[in-house]
């Protein structure tokens, strides 16, 4: 990886990057804002990769978990096969309770069913989840499609850091990508999806 250099000296006049990076690297395709919706779905396209970003997105139901599934016929299912990972860190309000850990139960092996990418979400008025979903090369006829995600939430007057890593065990393309909590509305929140263009 080549080192960047800014060739202005004010930020607020940037045009441009030196090295190997363009200020058109990632492009916002889409942006959705959650009003007591079912699920959130973007159409994927073209680009190798695409990163996801949650913006205070805040359960109608307390403990609801937030989740996501995929298609491969233009959203008429979200089903295609996958397998994760799952681990998280958290600290409490009072000093005294904190891990890091393993969480078997969250992850997946072969479903087709909606995965977890957080654990349970409070529904207080301050409390949400925040974080992003990255999706490498879903076009591909060839390769099975990877993904990362790192998720900050509050529950209970827990902050939790999560993250979860896997792969949608499909060499058919990705058409659809679906969000939602795996228990009623998404309540308010906005997810805005960004497409990082092609590299060779």
Known sequence: M??????????????????????????????????ASAS???????????KFFFVNMHPATSGAKFTCNASIDNGSNFNVVKTTTFFN????????????????GEDIAQSTGYFNISTGVSNN???????????????????????ISTINLDNANYQQ???????????NDLTNISFKFSSGNIDAGTIKMYGISAWV
Do not use: C, R
């Open 2 to 35: 080549s080192l960047i250099k800014l060739k202005n000296n004010a930020l607020d006049n940037l045009t441009s990057f030196e090295g190997s990076a363009s200020l058109g690297d990632m492009v916002l395709v889409s942006s959705a804002t959650a009003s």
């Open 40 to 50: 959130i779905e973007f159409d994927l396209g073209l680009y190798k990769e695409y």
């Open 125 to 147: 008025n301050d409390a949400s989840v925040s974080g992003y979903f990255h999706l490498f090369n879903p076009s591909s006829t060839t390769y099975v499609k990877h993904f």
């Open 89 to 104: 860190a958290y600290h409490g309000e009072t000093i005294a309770s904190q891990a890091l850990q393993y969480l078997a």
């Open 161 to 171: 850091n999560e993250f979860v890593a896997g792969y949608f065990n499909d060499t």
